[in-house]
């Protein structure tokens, strides 16, 4: 049970850098990358968990790294798509506004 709240906690801190990393972070929250991460990072122990490589010799530190892996990519991939659209979808509607 502590190893979940220690995961949740270094994939919240793992969403905070890729929020403050990616350069049009002001385009949506700010716990986003957080929340999202923290959700594969769980879904992530609780498969591999799961599937029986945590409680084997040898095997102990895949749920660590495949929790924090997928904490790190889905929240870069989650961040870089609404960077993206959402610019793209405030700039339609700027346009939209200002053309009235």
Same mark, same amino acid.
């Given at each position: 049970?502590?190893?979940?709240?220690?995961?949740?906690?270094?994939?919240?801190?793992?969403?905070?850098?890729?929020?403050?990393?990616?350069?049009?972070?002001?385009?949506?929250?700010?716990?986003?990358?957080?929340? +999202? @991460?923290?959700?594969? $990072?769980?879904?992530?122990?609780?498969?591999?968990? #799961?599937?029986? %490589? *945590?409680? &084997?010799?040898?095997?102990?530190?895949?749920?660590? +790294? @495949?929790?924090?892996? $997928?904490?790190?990519?889905?929240?870069?991939?989650? #961040?870089?798509? %609404? *960077?993206? &659209?959402?610019?793209?979808?405030?700039?339609?509607?700027?346009?939209?506004?200002?053309?009235?």
């Amino acid at each position: 049970m502590v190893d979940l709240v220690v995961i949740a906690l270094i994939s919240v801190g793992l969403g905070a850098i890729v929020w403050a990393a990616d350069k049009k972070h002001h385009k949506y929250g700010m716990l986003l990358p957080s929340a +999202i @991460a923290v959700v594969a $990072a769980m879904l992530t122990w609780i498969i591999t968990v #799961s599937a029986g %490589l *945590s409680y &084997n010799p040898g095997w102990t530190w895949v749920p660590w +790294i @495949a929790s924090l892996v $997928a904490a790190i990519l889905f929240s870069t991939v989650a #961040s870089l798509l %609404l *960077s993206r &659209n959402r610019s793209t979808f405030d700039t339609a509607r700027l346009t939209a506004i200002l053309k009235r």
